[in-house]
């Protein structure tokens, strides 16, 4: 079992930035494909961003491209998401997930995750 608890969310002005952790627990993650999704108020979860165990290759959302980096330290079992030119329609719950190990997904969809966290609250004040 993996544990995931997200951190770091908050409100923000348009234009700004956040950075949220996840703290993985429980199994090392190093084997893991990890992600991030976001849920807004009356819609479905959605995809932001992953990254694969493999050779830490990186995915996006149209949206977010160029804006949000995903990143990943292993040996501190954390994945981050750096959000930069925030704009009101990244106002979110985000989610932090993860894949059994050495999973050949991209972790595009949110039917390949195994684990999720509880999720963080992002406003972005326009």
């Known amino acids: ?18 950075r949220l952790s996840c703290a993985a627990s429980g199994r090392r993650i190093s084997s893991y494909t990890m992600g991030w999704f976001r849920q807004a108020p009356g819609t479905e979860r959605e995809f932001v961003t992953s990254i694969n165990w493999i050779r830490a290759n990186t995915y996006y959302a149209y949206s977010v491209k160029g804006r949000f980096t995903i990143s990943r330290d292993n040996i501190k079992n954390m994945l981050y998401l750096h959000m930069n030119s925030l704009k009101p329609e990244d106002t979110a719950v985000y ?23 509880h999720g963080t609250q992002v406003t972005v004040s326009s």
């Open 1 to 18: 079992q993996v544990q995931l608890v997200e951190s770091g969310g908050g409100l923000v002005q348009a234009g700004g930035s956040l």
């Open 95 to 117: 989610y932090c997930g993860a894949i059994r190990g050495y999973g050949l997904g991209n972790g595009l969809k949110e039917a390949e995750y195994d684990y999720w966290g």
